[in-house]
């Protein structure tokens, strides 16, 4: 055997061993689907759910003979949070590894550097997290579509049942990006409709970790209820600095949104009876059988129940997979196109659709409650599902405000 | 803000105390390390970073919060005369740029490292149970363990103060900042002095990091702003000057906290309107002497 040879098969075979599972779904001609995502920095959790539960979709669909008899490849990228490598990244996936579908983007501000690039170069794009842009003009385009709740709807109805229920004096703390701004936004239209008042509210940069610096005023100002619009990581040192300050002996706390790695990181003490939405929450198993399939096939793979973020991911996933089933063709356009025209689907906790106009995904959500630890049943029970939201086109805003004719 | 009352503003200066003060930590370390042998520390953030990890595994091994708080800053200095000895030791003599790139390099290699050690994702310390309570202030209620944080700082930076000011070693380290030349003639070991003072420097930004862990989390990024907010805490008070590190922190620290109270957005952007403010007055820094950078 001359060396070279003898290298060539020798890297080959080491490979091949490293990386079984790539080598095998390469095999063949997979279709491919490219996902960014910001698996380093405050939102490493979640990205790192929304990966497992892609994985998830990608085996459960590639187990049963793939799609068009070919199998799915999902390749996931770190955008770092970063707007500009969201961009850089999404374009080496679309031209370097010909992905034709591309899913991902856990940022308000990087979803959209990724749909610019998918836009750009004519590719099929589902977020799969929260904004009110990418479903509204200019932002979104015609193969752009938004599996996940947004500010706009989570505000909506979180804001109003937290005003009904819990206070109507409000102070606001909010990320100062995209999503955090969409969302003081709302809450705060929410509320005065509710014949409510918001005392203050104050942003921070996001990917903070310090937060003593707002608290006093806070204090001082005795609202009923403080919202705090603080995601990822921040969300936990925020809290923790909260209570250390003794702020949730002095008023209700509540959020946008509960999520599970970081009700797991914080720990029950810290969020028990902090109030949320969230778009799913393992319980749901107990109900609706289409959780329970992703419960169960997560659980097996990872040995803990899946998140909510990454059930965005699952469905999303499997979307690409109906359509490209629907369409007979791996192709963006004939894929859009096919999705909108079968737009009902129900892949994890009850039934959704496509609105034609903005081609955002309608679904349930739930409000829910930091359970208190001696209530607990098993390490992962965080939340008492306090409320279910149904799905509704009039939590959003109309396809007329969004700019669409 | 109608509802301005004088508790509220006390309770946010105390709050601007305790920023301050992890402040002066970090920036004691750096004004130290450059003050004696010109060594812009870019690593510092990620030594800092380090030392708040070393405190979480170490708490977790040993249940002793205590313990950690001791033993982790040990653990980083250790770390920290590693570097020394090894990696910037050979830059010696250069540019000053020499170092700065070196320290650069090496405190994104500790944040990937960290990230394919212990994950990509952040871990929670706790106080420990003696400090997890609230403080009545009179005017505010404060949470104990950040007055422990003043304490501990307090006491730190008088004991290197004393260190610097009333012992022998502590003379030499002076004399080495002022006349790296004279000192050698006069017999004096300066590798073994750097050394020292990068362990010294260093052990200090560990402390910070565990320090800072119970109130803002433990996470691969943590070091990366604040390294910058203590670079501007070093020039604001003049490179190499321990006075100097000490006000310009306390100030940094109240700059943060009382813009959050009237302008929150501008809080991060405040901290470098003082610093260039201070350099068009005081092009060295408050307490700084020209020509060191030269």
Request: proline share 4%; aromatic share 10%; with cysteine.
């Amino acid at each position: 055997m001359h060396r070279r040879s003898f290298l060539v098969t020798g890297t080959a075979a080491a490979a091949g061993l490293a990386f079984p599972a790539v080598l095998r779904a390469q095999g063949g001609d997979a279709i491919k689907i490219g996902f960014p995502g910001p698996t380093t920095g405050p939102f490493g959790a979640l990205a790192k759910d929304q990966q497992q539960g892609a994985v998830v979709a990608m085996e459960e669909i590639n187990a049963k003979g793939g799609v068009l008899g070919r199998k799915l490849e999902v390749l996931f990228r770190d955008d770092q949070l970063k707007p500009a490598v969201g961009a850089q990244r999404t374009k080496e996936l679309i031209e370097n590894e010909k992905c034709e579908f591309i899913v991902g983007g856990l940022a308000a501000h990087v979803q959209m550097a990724i749909n610019e690039q998918t836009k750009k170069a004519g590719k099929l794009f589902i977020s799969v997290s929260q904004s009110d842009e990418i479903s509204a003009k200019p932002d979104a385009g015609p193969l752009t579509f938004h599996e996940a709740l947004n500010p706009t709807i989570t505000g909506r109805a979180v804001a109003a049942w937290i005003a009904q229920n819990l206070g109507k004096k409000w102070w606001i703390v909010y990320a100062d990006y995209a999503w955090g701004k969409q969302n003081n936004a709302v809450f705060s239209e929410v509320v005065k409709k509710q014949g409510g008042t918001v005392l203050g509210a104050t942003p921070y940069p996001l990917g903070n970790a310090e937060f003593s610096a707002h608290l006093p005023k806070i204090v001082a100002a005795k609202p009923e209820v403080l919202i705090a619009v603080t995601p990822g990581a921040d969300d936990i040192a925020f809290l923790k600095q909260a209570a250390s300050f003794g702020l949730k002996k002095e008023m209700k706390i509540a959020q946008p949104l509960h999520w599970l790695p970081y009700l797991k990181e914080g720990g029950p003490d810290l969020y028990a009876d902090i109030y949320a939405g969230i778009n799913f929450s393992w319980q749901l198993e107990d109900s609706i059988p289409e959780a329970k399939n992703y419960v169960s096939l997560y659980r097996k793979k990872y040995n803990e129940p899946p998140g909510d973020y990454g059930a965005y991911a699952y469905s999303a996933i499997h979307e690409v997979a109906r359509g490209i089933a629907l369409a007979k063709a791996v192709n963006s356009d004939a894929v859009a196109a096919a999705l909108i025209a079968n737009p009902a689907y129900n892949h994890y906790k009850g039934k959704q659709w496509w609105r034609a106009c903005d081609r955002k995904s309608f679904q349930d959500l739930w409000i829910v409650k930091g359970r208190d630890r001696s209530k607990m049943k098993g390490e992962w029970d965080f939340l008492d599902i306090v409320q279910k939201v149904a799905a509704s086109e009039e939590l959003d805003r109309t396809c007329k405000e969004k700019g669409f004719a | 803000m109608a509802d301005l009352t004088l508790a509220t503003l006390a309770a946010q200066v105390f709050t601007g105390l305790v920023l301050g003060m992890i402040l002066v930590l970090l920036a004691i370390g750096l004004s130290l390390i450059f003050g004696l042998m010109t060594v812009v520390n870019f690593a510092h953030g990620s030594l800092y970073m380090l030392g708040a990890y070393f405190g979480f595994f170490l708490v977790a091994y040993t249940k002793s919060f205590w313990l950690a708080l001791v033993v982790a800053p040990m653990l980083v200095g250790v770390f920290g005369l590693l570097v020394e000895r090894f990696l910037v030791r050979r830059l010696y003599g250069r540019s000053i740029d020499d170092p700065l790139l070196l320290t650069f390099g090496l405190s994104l290699v500790l944040v990937e490292a960290v990230r394919l050690v212990w994950g990509k994702i952040g871990l929670t310390l706790d106080p420990p149970p003696a400090l997890a309570g609230v403080v009545n202030l009179g005017f505010t209620y404060f949470p104990l363990y950040r007055l422990f944080v003043i304490g501990v700082t307090v006491v730190v930076l008088v004991a290197l103060l004393l260190f610097l000011e009333k012992t022998n070693v502590g003379l030499i380290i002076r004399a080495g900042s002022r006349d790296p030349v004279m000192v050698r003639a006069l017999g004096f070991d300066l590798g073994r002095v750097w050394l020292l003072v990068f362990g010294i420097g260093t052990a200090l930004a560990g402390l910070a990091g565990i320090l800072a862990g119970p109130m803002r989390g433990v996470y691969a990024e943590m070091g990366v702003t604040i390294v910058i907010e203590s670079f501007v805490v070093v020039v604001v008070g003049g490179m190499g000057s321990l006075p100097g590190a000490i006000v310009a922190g306390l100030v940094i620290g109240q700059v943060v906290s009382l813009t959050t109270l009237f302008a929150p957005k501008f809080a991060e952007i405040m901290v470098f309107i003082v610093m260039a403010l201070v350099l068009l007055v005081r092009p060295s820094g408050l307490f700084g002497e020209a020509g060191l950078m030269e």
